[in-house]
């Protein structure tokens, strides 16, 4: 998966300020993710938890009320929304590490549950990011994460290749290839799918809302440069065709939920 690192590290650290006033869907998905999270942790010491890809730290005070014994490590690669996080959430104990997911900062079972919502589309190597999960959960313990599928804002892929042959739609991983990566000391708990339906009145809400989560074309397929202003006025044409009955400018997210558990060594 083509997705340009550098990029999503800059573009969400400018997001930092704006995300929260347009994440509400994210803030809905983290809140059923965590109604997927263990009871207890499998640790005789005193545990460890990580949010992997925090963001703006959201999560970090409901994963500390969870589990108030843990240690919290919160990690992102985005420099500029760790530094918000921490000026925001005021959480004891925590600690927060700018890292890239792919390459963790941790010791060989140092872990014993990684949460990350919403985080993980944008790894460019998930065979990578889940050798290293595996690597730093500790027997017993789980990775309980959402991420978003390939048919995730469909309906702006298809705007957009009635306007021009350019990547404008960042392309995320099928169930298959996030389920075939699976090293074999890692067991499927759970993987569920989840269809997501925003609407919006116009267009320009849709697209809006994307400048300000930070999360828009991270391919580094894209087109270099501006768009032209005849295939803008396509898109928008090809787009406005898809409204729906009621009148309203759709956006789905495909959203997979999963909990994967490293075996224990008995």
Known sequence: MLIDKQKVASSFSRAAVTYDSVAEL?????????????????????PCVMDLGCGTG?????????????QLFNVDLALGMLRYAREQRAVTGAHWICADAEHLPFAKGSMHLIFSSLAIQWCEDFPALMQEIERVLAPGGQFVFATLGPNTLC???????????????????SSDEHLSALPDSLSVNLFEEELRVL???????????????GAHNMNAGQQIGLTGRERVKRFKAAYEAQRLSDGSIP???????????????E
């Open 26 to 46: 994210q803030r809905d998905v983290g809140h059923t993710l965590m109604q997927r999270l263990p009871k207890e942790l499998r640790s005789s010491a005193e």
């Open 58 to 70: 959201f999560f970090s005070p409901k994963l500390k009320q969870t589990y108030p014994t843990a």
């Open 155 to 173: 309906e702006l892929r298809t705007a957009w290749g009635q306007a021009d042959r350019y990547t404008h739609v960042n392309q995320f991983l």
């Open 199 to 213: 609407r919006y009145s116009q267009l320009k809400g849709l697209t809006d809302e994307l400048k300000r989560l």
């Open 251 to 265: 956006a789905t997210y495909q959203v997979f939920y999963g909990v994967f558990e490293k075996r224990s060594m």
